[in-house]
């Protein structure tokens, strides 16, 4: 059972151009979303992330848009940057007093210079 | 500062042998959580420790798998009787807190299993 899913295994993207990397999930407890960057060999990095009360964060290059009604986010990268290629991970968590976190399979980015 | 370190970073084994994995947290991190990622997959939750006890290990495939952190800092992933399904990479991860706020993960490089 895939609570979180990036049906988008990977996407190509022009230097410059904007990105946007979608996300769905079905647990309608999730309230907390975040985004992590994975290099090859080294471990997840995290990027960004939303509360479920809001519906837009932003930081610098990156913007993450939270559509709780679709339950679907989504994480803009503008402009996007060739150091920006790597495997993006949507994450979610539920209230609880920790941060179980519950990850998609990821989206293969590739910015082509 | 020196962050998540895990080792080994590659492990082959044979089936039936045991293993264990090592992560050692930021310094100040009390939450520690280990993950598997399965080629193709996203990481998957296998157990977390506020401290020295597990405070949720739900995650853990079944009673092959074992984890400790006796001293509220290192922990080990023991796998016993390993079974060629067990390969993956093994990552391990630690916040400041395990609340929202100084929640974030910061995750190790992983340690990459190979059962043969």
């Excluded at chain 1, 022009?14 to 290099?39: A, H, P, V």
């Excluded at chain 1, 994480?75 to 949507?90: K, N, T, W």
């Excluded at chain 1, 979610?92 to 082509?112: C, M």
Aim: aromatic fraction near 12%.
């Amino acid at each position: 059972d895939q609570q979180v899913k990036q049906n988008s295994p990977s996407l190509s993207v022009q230097e410059g151009r904007i990105s946007i990397l979608n996300c769905d999930y079905t647990n309608s407890m999730f309230d907390y979303f975040l985004w992590y960057k994975k290099y090859p060999a080294e471990g997840p990095t995290f990027l960004i992330s939303i509360s479920s009360i809001k519906d837009k964060n932003e930081d610098g290059r990156f913007t993450v848009f939270l559509n709780k009604s679709a339950k679907h986010l989504s994480l803009h990268i503008v402009p996007s940057q060739p150091g920006d290629s790597a495997v993006y991970f949507c994450a979610a968590s539920a209230s609880g007093g920790y941060q179980k976190v519950t990850f998609g399979t990821g989206t293969k980015l590739q910015v082509i210079p | 500062g020196a962050g998540v370190s895990q080792t080994p970073s590659n492990k082959v084994t044979e089936k039936g042998k045991y293993v264990e994995l090592r992560c050692d947290p930021i310094s100040g991190h009390t939450a520690l959580y280990w993950y598997r990622q399965s080629l193709g997959q996203g990481p998957e939750f296998l157990i977390y420790f506020q401290g020295t006890g597990a405070a949720d290990d739900s995650g853990l495939p079944n009673d092959r798998f074992f984890a400790v952190r006796p001293e509220g800092s290192v922990s080990t992933l023991k796998i016993q009787r390993t079974e060629r399904g067990d390969s993956a990479v093994y990552l391990c991860a630690s916040s400041l807190t395990s609340g929202r706020a100084g929640n974030e993960q910061f995750f190790g490089p992983g340690t990459r299993l190979t059962v043969l």
